[in-house]
């Protein structure tokens, strides 16, 4: 059984043995048996690499939250003032992923930012075609979408 298998199943024992069934009971378990993993598989190369995806993970997390708030700061803030800042277009990106599932993952990202939305990829998936509310500098746009798939390159990689 994988890393992430055994994080599980040691969760779910702590949730059952402890007999509080919520949410938070679980978050505990999952982070207490993270825990004693990182601590009894620490010499085993199989658990190393679990127990080193995770620090990216969470720091993963928080840049797509920090996102995701400034996404929905400006759209508010355009929905909410009398004059309509939007400059709506559609930018291609050209794509280093290459598989089926991490495009998949980039794309819906993207869509799930208030602003863009994923319209398209080539049928031979090296661009992925975006409409965005506000495309102002599309160098700059460019940029934070490379950014975003260098994340999840490292994040899947």
Same mark, same amino acid.
Not at 41 to 47: A, E, I, N, Q, S
Not at 68 to 78: E, F, H, T
Not at 103 to 115: D, E, K, R, S, V
């Given at each position: 059984?994988?890393?992430?298998?055994?994080?599980?199943?040691?969760?779910?024992?702590?949730?059952?043995?402890?007999?509080?069934?919520?949410?938070?009971?679980?978050?505990?378990?999952?982070?207490?048996?993270?825990?004693?993993?990182?601590?009894?598989?620490?010499?085993?190369?199989?658990?190393?690499?679990?127990?080193?995806?995770?620090?990216?993970?969470?720091?993963?997390?928080?840049?797509?939250?920090?996102?995701?708030?400034?996404?929905?700061?400006?759209?508010?803030?355009?929905?909410?003032?009398?004059?309509?800042?939007?400059?709506?277009?559609?930018?291609?990106?050209?794509?280093?992923?290459?598989?089926?599932?991490?495009?998949?993952?980039?794309?819906?990202?993207?869509?799930?930012?208030?602003?863009?939305?994923?319209?398209?990829?080539?049928?031979?998936?090296?661009?992925?075609?975006?409409?965005?509310?506000?495309?102002?500098? @599309?160098?700059?746009?460019?940029? @934070?979408?490379?950014?975003?798939?260098?994340?999840?390159?490292?994040?899947?990689?």
């Amino acid at each position: 059984m994988k890393a992430f298998g055994w994080n599980m199943l040691l969760a779910l024992a702590w949730v059952v043995l402890s007999g509080t069934y919520t949410i938070s009971n679980l978050v505990i378990g999952i982070l207490l048996s993270y825990l004693v993993l990182a601590y009894v598989g620490r010499d085993k190369p199989t658990f190393a690499r679990y127990f080193g995806k995770a620090p990216r993970i969470v720091n993963f997390v928080l840049f797509f939250i920090w996102d995701l708030i400034k996404s929905n700061a400006r759209v508010a803030y355009d929905v909410l003032t009398p004059t309509h800042l939007m400059r709506p277009g559609v930018i291609a990106i050209p794509l280093d992923l290459k598989d089926e599932g991490g495009i998949t993952i980039l794309a819906n990202l993207i869509t799930a930012t208030p602003g863009s939305l994923t319209l398209d990829v080539s049928s031979d998936r090296r661009v992925l075609y975006v409409h965005l509310m506000y495309l102002e500098d @599309e160098s700059r746009q460019l940029a @934070e979408f490379k950014a975003l798939e260098a994340r999840v390159i490292d994040l899947l990689g």
